[in-house]
């Protein structure tokens, strides 16, 4: 074994050395030795300041490279949480696009099934509708079987539908 090896005893030494070194270094000094002459103040004041000078563009630098280096993370974490919301939008988009077919076939599906009723019944089930879907679906049946089932309603319910249908047909906004 070479005097160069390190086995994991002499590492732990080393770092026990190297701890009660810099402990030693750190404690504090007593107030009489920390008394500086005056005539080194002058130079200790320039050699600190003439440090802290040549120093300062290199922190500087230091700080301003570890500021850029934060905020391109921080724009690399906007940037994957912008792709994210980019693709649950499309994936919104496409729901509420088959969500649009499917209505739009329900809808006309509907309108069918109320157009080959028997007025009195269609009359009867429409009243118990919404009446904006209850207007909808007499506005997509033909005009001649819309007024059969409008005859067949209660008078109340089949004025309050036409009305409904007369202000969905109106083209310009009341003011």
């Given at each position: ?77 906007i940037e994957s ?16 696009k088959r969500r ?76």
């Open positions: 074994m070479s005097a160069f090896t390190q086995t994991p005893e002499r590492k732990r030494l080393m770092l026990a050395a190297a701890t009660a070194l810099v402990l030693a270094f750190l404690a504090p000094v007593p107030a009489s030795t920390q008394a500086v002459p005056e005539q080194l103040e002058g130079m200790v004041s320039d050699d600190v300041r003439r440090f802290c000078t040549n120093i300062a563009d290199a922190a500087r630098d230091r700080r301003y490279s570890l500021q850029r280096m934060e905020l391109e993370t921080l724009q690399a974490d949480r912008i792709a994210a919301l980019e693709a649950k939008r499309a994936e919104y988009e496409s729901w509420l649009d077919e499917f209505v739009d076939q329900a809808r006309g599906g509907l309108v069918d099934i109320y157009g080959r009723m028997r007025p009195d019944a269609a009359a009867e089930r429409l009243a118990e509708l919404r009446v904006d879907l209850a207007a909808a679906i007499l506005m997509k049946l033909d005009s001649r079987q819309a007024s059969v089932i409008l005859n067949e309603m209660d008078a109340k319910v089949a004025a309050t539908l036409t009305a409904m249908i007369a202000s969905a047909s109106r083209t310009e906004d009341p003011a």
